[in-house]
């Protein structure tokens, strides 16, 4: 899992002067995930769909070039794109949001944005503390009207699905975990799709001008999500939660792979570790 963890920390670090992850861009199958919560990113980058019978909600509208691969992915679960009316985002980096002026030109969505990060959604990334002054073009990406700003514990409500917004501000200043029980052959699943908890490298956790409280941030962060009943973990990166393994896990039958508590702790407790060694380095000033 680390691993994974580094190569996707590192491909955002590297942006625009890199070439392109190809799991970032690469289709990945289509595929339900639990109940009424279907996977429709690429092979890293994660976008889900849920469906209700009053329209449809996204989150994550990935990369500026992925709406089409994310409206085909819609499409070949049966399900109309148009049917989409409520866009919503783990948060505003460009792997994540560069898609949304297209998505809701596309859909007419209604897009619901975190208060922290809403000043950098309408600016295109601009206003991001981190990236805001970046001369990778993938950093800045077409700015999108934000519709409804969400504060922590907000309710996003459509055809009977609730999802709660958990502020888990750190990684960016409105990064949002989002938690919905979910029904499925009988029983009740606490889903939860996790922001992000990860320490971007060039992050500055100590006197940071541009955002002087993130290390208090990350901190509430981490009671936050350590306090979250979990029994489906999901993430903005496939990567979080060994997406691709537990696919193929699901394609060979048997219990859903999906379906993983103690992976959710592990992997919270594996970012808390990492976030609390890079504090203390550079609290030390190595």
């Known amino acids: ?168 501000a750190g990684h960016t200043k409105g990064c949002t975990t989002w938690t919905m029980t979910v029904g499925d052959k009988g029983k009740n699943y606490n889903v939860v799709i996790v922001g992000s908890p990860n320490v971007n490298p060039g992050y500055k956790l100590v006197n940071n001008p541009t955002y002087p409280q993130i290390a208090q941030d990350y901190e509430q962060t981490f009671r936050v999500l350590k306090a979250l009943p979990c029994d489906v973990f999901l993430g903005a990166h496939g990567g979080y939660y060994d997406m691709r393994a537990k696919y193929a896990r699901l394609k060979s039958g048997g219990a859903n792979p999906f379906i993983d508590p103690a992976g959710y702790k592990a992997y919270v407790a594996d970012r808390e570790q990492a976030f609390e060694e890079e504090l203390k380095k550079q609290e030390d000033g190595k």
């Open 1 to 168: 899992m680390l691993a994974r963890i580094l190569i996707i920390l590192l491909a955002f670090a590297t942006g625009a002067s890199a070439q392109p992850n190809p799991d970032w861009t690469t289709p990945f199958p289509p595929h339900r995930v639990i109940g009424n919560v279907y996977y429709v990113g690429s092979r890293d980058l994660a976008s889900y769909l849920i469906t209700t019978p009053e329209g449809d909600i996204l989150i994550n509208s990935n990369l500026e070039t992925s709406p089409p691969q994310i409206e085909k992915s819609v499409e070949q679960l049966g399900f109309k794109f148009s049917d989409v009316k409520i866009l919503l985002i783990s948060h505003a980096h460009f792997d994540h949001d560069a898609g949304s002026a297209r998505i809701k030109q596309m859909t007419h969505a209604n897009y619901m944005v975190m208060d922290g990060d809403v000043s950098v959604v309408e600016s295109g990334g601009k206003t991001d503390f981190q990236y805001g002054n970046s001369k990778d073009k993938e950093a800045h990406y077409p700015p999108a009207k934000v519709d409804r700003i969400l504060h922590d514990g907000d309710e996003v409500r459509l055809g009977g699905v609730v999802l709660v917004a958990h502020k888990t």
